[in-house]
T-cell receptor, first 112, second 117 residues
Framework: KAGVTQTPRYLIKTRGQQVTLSCSPISGHRSVSWYQQTPGQGLQFLFEYFSETQRNKGNFPGRFSGRQFSNSRSEMNVSTLELGDSALYLC???????????FGPGTRLTVL | AQSVAQPEDQVNVAEGNPLTVKCTYSVSGNPYLFWYVQYPNRGLQFLLKYITGDNLVKGSYGFEAEFNKSQTSFHLKKPSALVSDSALYFCAVRGKGTAGNNRKLIWGLGTSLAVNP
């Protein structure tokens, strides 16, 4: 099976812009979680989707949003970008009922 | 509140020596515990998990971890380190339950392991 894929791998944006990141989970995985990884804060949970519904949400401002499609693919959007949004954004998928998450390679976002 | 601590930012060991990467946790009830590894410019890879049963859990690439309930620890170990084990290691925990915040994984900040030839 193909692993979790994330596009794009790298993005450079300027402050105030918005960005959309995409994640395709492993086939058959209906749960998708998003994380922000920065050197100082480690992995911070953004949200989890299952069957097109947000099941869990982390402590991020409303500028961060996401959605999941019927084929389990997920997108996250960040509006009004700030310098502090520069990070590696990781997507992980899992089977329903399983605790093991499978991560994609991440999207490296740089905000200038 | 649930939390995970990885007390060492960096661990250095010589190739062939045993390695230990430490993790302690705080969670209400019985925990689910995980170790993941991240190689440069890659996503995280699952190594092993403890859900219930034997306190010694064996995982990928020769790694194992020991669950110690009294010390609330879940240290990662390997009897003989390889240079290729050099990477960033993350411990994660969540409380048992499938709804609400109990389902979220709480992550440590990571420990950078350097294995010297």
């Amino acid at each position: 099976k193909a692993g979790v894929t994330q596009t794009p791998r790298y993005l450079i944006k300027t402050r105030g812009q918005q960005v959309t990141l995409s994640c395709s989970p492993i086939s058959g995985h209906r749960s998708v979680s998003w994380y922000q990884q920065t050197p100082g804060q480690g992995l911070q949970f953004l949200f989890e989707y299952f069957s097109e519904t947000q099941r869990n949400k982390g402590n991020f401002p409303g500028r961060f949003s996401g959605r999941q499609f019927s084929n389990s693919r997920s997108e996250m959007n960040v509006s009004t970008l700030e310098l502090g949004d520069s990070a590696l954004y990781l997507c992980a998928s899992s089977l329903e009922g399983s605790d093991t998450q499978y991560f994609g390679p991440g999207t490296r976002l740089t905000v200038l | 509140a649930q939390s995970v601590a990885q007390p060492e930012d960096q661990v250095n060991v010589a190739e062939g020596n045993p390695l230990t990467v430490k993790c302690t946790y705080s969670v209400s009830g019985n925990p689910y515990l995980f170790w993941y590894v991240q190689y440069p410019n890659r996503g995280l890879q699952f190594l092993l998990k403890y859900i219930t049963g034997d306190n010694l859990v064996k995982g990928s690439y020769g790694f194992e971890a020991e669950f110690n309930k009294s010390q609330t620890s879940f240290h990662l170990k390997k009897p003989s380190a390889l240079v290729s084990d050099s990477a960033l290691y993350f411990c994660a925990v969540r409380g048992k339950g499938t709804a609400g915040n109990n389902r979220k994984l709480i992550w440590g900040l990571g420990t950078s392991l350097a294995v010297n030839p």
